[in-house]
C-alpha cells in the first residue's frame, strides 16, 4: 500500500528532477555562452544533489562507474553522419585530425583521496553551408568533484581546431562583418570576443549548450535511477 510517507518522498524525487531540468532548459535556450564574469572563462557549472543516505564515498563510486562506463557520451557532434562517410573528404588528413581528437579513454584521472575526477570531451561541430564555420573540432574538460552530498560538475578549458570540412586544414574563420578573420586554433573565449556574425555563431552557442545539458542530464538520469538523488 503506497503511504502518504512515500507519497510525499516520491513528489519530492520528481520536483528535485524537475528543478535540476528547469534549469538545464533554461541554459539550453540561450545563444550565449556562459562566461565566468571574474575570470573571463567559458564555464559550465552543474550540481546535482545526492540522498543524503547515499555517502560521499558511495556517490563518488557510482559517477566513476557511470564516467568510465559510457565512453561514447563524451565525444559529439551535431551531425549523425561519421566525417569518415561525408563526400570529398581527404582520408589521409581525416585520419590525422581523428587521431588527433581520438577520445575513447575520456577519464584522465581519479583522485579517490578528493572525491575528485577529471574527463576529456570532444565535441565536432559543422556548420550551415555557406556559412563560416566549416568543421570546428573542440576539445574541454569536465571536473567531477563529490562533497557535502552534492557531485558537481564543471566544464571548462574550451580549445577549438577549424578545418575546411573536405581538406580537413587548418582554416581561418573568416568575420564577414569587418573582413578580418579568425585564428584557426584558439580558446573558445577567443571566439566570444572576437566573432562578428552572431547569426551564425548563435546557432553554434545554442547548439553547445544543449548538447552539455543533453549529456548532464544523462548523467542525472543515472543518479535518479540508483535512488541516490536528493530527495529536497
Known amino acids: 500500500m503506497q503511504t502518504l510517507t512515500n507519497f510525499n ?14 534549469l538545464v532548459s533554461g541554459l539550453s535556450a540561450q545563444t550565449t555562452l556562459p562566461v565566468n564574469k571574474v575570470t573571463g572563462k567559458v564555464d559550465y557549472r552543474f550540481t546535482i544533489p545526492v540522498n543524503g543516505n547515499v555517502s560521499n564515498k558511495e556517490a563518488y563510486e ?6 568510465s562506463t559510457h565512453t561514447k557520451e563524451f565525444t559529439r557532434s551535431n551531425v549523425s553522419v561519421a566525417p569518415q562517410n561525408m563526400s570529398g573528404v581527404n582520408p589521409s588528413r581525416l585520419a590525422e585530425v581523428e587521431h588527433e581528437f581520438k577520445n575513447t579513454a575520456p577519464v584522465q584521472s581519479f583522485d579517490p583521496s578528493s572525491n575528485r575526477m577529471t574527463v576529456r570531451v570532444v565535441t565536432k561541430y559543422f556548420g550551415e553551408n555557406g556559412g563560416t564555420i566549416h568543421a ?29 570540412e573536405r581538406s580537413f586544414q587548418f582554416k581561418r574563420i573568416l568575420n564577414w562583418g569587418n573582413s578580418t578573420s579568425l585564428d584557426p586554433v584558439a580558446t573558445l573565449e577567443y571566439v566570444v570576443e572576437n566573432e562578428q556574425s552572431h ?25 535518479k535511477t540508483k535512488g541516490a538523488l536528493a530527495l529536497n
Not at 9 to 22: N, R
Not at 200 to 212: H, I, P
Open 199 to 223: 547569426a551564425e555563431f548563435g546557432k553554434f552557442y545554442a547548439f553547445l549548450n544543449k548538447d552539455l545539458n543533453r549529456m548532464i542530464e544523462n548523467f542525472s538520469t543515472a543518479v
Open 136 to 164: 570546428l573540432y573542440l576539445q574541454y574538460y569536465m571536473i567531477v568533484t563529490v562533497e557535502n552530498h552534492q557531485i558537481t560538475c564543471e566544464l571548462t578549458d574550451f580549445r577549438y581546431n577549424h578545418f575546411n
Open 9 to 22: 518522498c516520491k513528489m519530492k524525487t520528481v520536483f528535485a528532477f524537475f528543478m535540476l531540468a528547469v
Open 62 to 67: 557510482m559517477a566513476t562507474n557511470w564516467f
